[in-house]
């Protein structure tokens, strides 16, 4: 699974962006696409995800009621909104492929190439 993720962006504390992150090659309804985020100097940390069979998302609590995961399998693709964002928001975010519900970084098998959110205060 090859994976493109983009929106991210510049923008001032209580704003929003939204992140697209579009699937291509093969991956099925039980599978898991994800969003993780890593700020500078930190360790890469879990933020949502969806699992098409069943459909609800999931989220990290530290983004709970703030952020929010959707998508569209008709079009490979998963979005990350984000809204009232902080200046600890500000990180690479990256989607992510795996055969599993899962929150751990090392369940995933396939990552997009990330894009930056700064948040400036």
């Known amino acids: 699974v090859q994976l ?6 510049l923008v001032q504390a209580g704003a929003s962006l939204r992140l697209s992150c579009v699937a291509s090659g093969q991956w099925f309804n039980t ?3 994800g969003w993780f985020r890593q700020a500078p100097g930190k360790e890469r940390e879990f933020v ?3 699992t098409w069979t ?4 999931y989220y990290a609590n530290s983004v709970k009621g703030r952020f929010t995961v959707s998508g569209d399998k008709a079009k490979n693709a998963v979005w990350l909104q984000l809204n009232n964002l902080q200046s600890e928001d500000t990180a690479v975010y990256y989607c992510a492929h795996s055969k599993a519900t899962s929150m751990i970084s090392q369940t995933y098998d396939s990552w997009g190439q990330g894009t930056l959110v700064t948040v400036s205060s």
């Open 4 to 9: 493109q993720a983009s929106g991210g962006g």
């Open 31 to 33: 599978h898991t696409l």
């Open 48 to 50: 949502g995800g969806l």
């Open 54 to 57: 069943g459909g609800l998302p």
